[in-house]
């Protein structure tokens, strides 16, 4: 069974102030990790896809890398706007092709 | 494109009631997915479609819960009888491809008193 681990569950930051979320998971065959971004009140929002260790995807402030065994979403100098749940989600060969999503990661950007 | 469109957007309802919530997935897209997100359990899928053929629906919680997709642009997700454990945000996604990216619609809450 597909295993999706995120840490930490919640983080707050200043503005300005740069961190990383983790994506831990456990699949059989990796088809792809995804990231999606959810702001309260609404459905995910995709971000990134990933297919393979070593890879790499930015957007604006958001840059998203893969090993074998974990993904992290770097946050370069946050604004409030970015203040969200993040959360991260595998497909495997062993999972008929659909999405686990992890619980998520709630962040909070202060001004 | 307007994107995964679902109603209604808010449902009240009482114990017992039959419930069904709606979605339109985004043109051309062949695969749909319906999930359920509460504070307990996350994000999680109930059943999936592909070109509008049930998949997989082992996620679907009990024989309460039916789903269908008579055409590729309408699917639906009934709870008959509906309790107030049922209670949470359902969402609809679809995908061009079944293991690609989802895109989702912005849920349905519904509160099962």
């Known amino acids: 069974e597909d295993q999706v681990t995120q840490s930490p569950e919640a983080l707050r930051l200043q503005e300005g102030e740069s961190s990383s979320l983790n994506c831990s998971y456990t699949?059989?065959?990796?088809?792809?990790l995804f990231w999606y971004r959810q702001d309260p009140g609404k459905g995910p929002e995709f971000l990134f896809t990933?297919?393979?260790a070593g890879e790499e995807k930015e957007k604006e402030r958001l840059k998203a890398t893969l090993t074998k065994k974990e993904s992290f979403l770097h946050i370069t100098a946050p604004k409030p706007e970015d203040s969200a749940t993040y959360l991260c989600?595998?497909?495997?060969?062993?999972?008929?092709?659909?999405?686990?999503f992890g619980s998520g990661t709630q962040l909070t950007v202060l001004p | 494109d307007a994107g995964v469109i679902q109603s209604p957007r808010h449902e009240v309802t009482e114990m017992g009631q039959e419930v069904t919530l709606r979605c339109k997935p985004i043109?051309?897209?062949?695969?749909l997915f319906w999930y359920r997100q509460t504070m307990m359990r996350g994000l999680e899928l109930l059943i999936y479609?592909?070109?509008?053929?049930?998949?997989?629906d082992s996620g679907m919680p009990e024989d309460r819960f039916s789903a269908k997709m008579p055409n590729a642009s309408f699917s639906t997700l009934k709870i008959q009888p509906s309790e107030p454990r049922d209670s949470a945000v359902y969402f609809c996604?679809?995908?061009?491809?079944?293991?690609?990216?989802?895109?989702f619609g912005p849920g349905t809450r519904l509160t099962v008193l």
């Open positions: 996604a679809s995908s061009l491809e079944t293991d690609n990216e989802q895109f």
């Open positions: 989600a595998v497909s495997s060969s062993g999972s008929a092709r659909q999405l686990t």
């Open positions: 479609f592909n070109n509008n053929v049930p998949i997989d």
């Open positions: 990933l297919y393979s």
């Open positions: 043109s051309g897209h062949n695969s």
């Open positions: 699949v059989s065959g990796l088809r792809g």
